[in-house]
């Protein structure tokens, strides 16, 4: 089993820039599909961004492509979102789940991944 925790969570201005972390112990990242998910009050878990496992692709939300980036950093363990040009409605708990086995297909669906963190409040306000 791998476990998963995030960090880099906070309160910042529109327009800003945050660096989320998830760091994995137990297993190492790169045999996982990892992704980026979000939620906002109210509003189911959404997607954000993912690597699929064993190849160096990258997805992402529409509303996020060109401001956020993931990465891996497989020495550290450690996949890593660079959010960019933050805006109010990237406010929300972001999550970050692991899985091993899913297909690219659900890539995209919380309820493709078995690993998760507990999250870390982004809050974008002025």
């Known amino acids: 089993q791998v476990q998963l925790v995030e960090s880099g969570g906070g309160l910042v201005q529109p327009g800003a820039s945050l660096t989320l972390s998830c760091a994995a112990s137990g297993r190492s990242v790169n045999r996982y599909s990892v992704a980026w998910f979000r939620q906002a009050p109210g509003k189911e878990r959404e997607f954000v961004a993912a690597?699929?496992?064993?190849?160096?692709?990258?997805h992402y939300v529409d509303s996020v492509k060109g401001r956020f980036t993931i990465s891996r950093d497989n020495a550290k363990n450690t996949v890593t979102l660079r959010m960019n040009s933050l805006k109010q409605e990237d406010t929300g708990v972001y999550y970050c789940?692991?899985?091993?086995?899913?297909?690219?297909?659900?890539?995209?669906?919380?309820?493709?991944?078995?690993?998760w963190g507990k999250g870390t409040q982004v809050t974008v306000s002025s």
């Open positions: 789940a692991a899985d091993s086995t899913l297909i690219l297909s659900g890539l995209r669906s919380s309820r493709a991944y078995d690993y």
């Open positions: 690597f699929f496992r064993g190849v160096s692709s990258t």
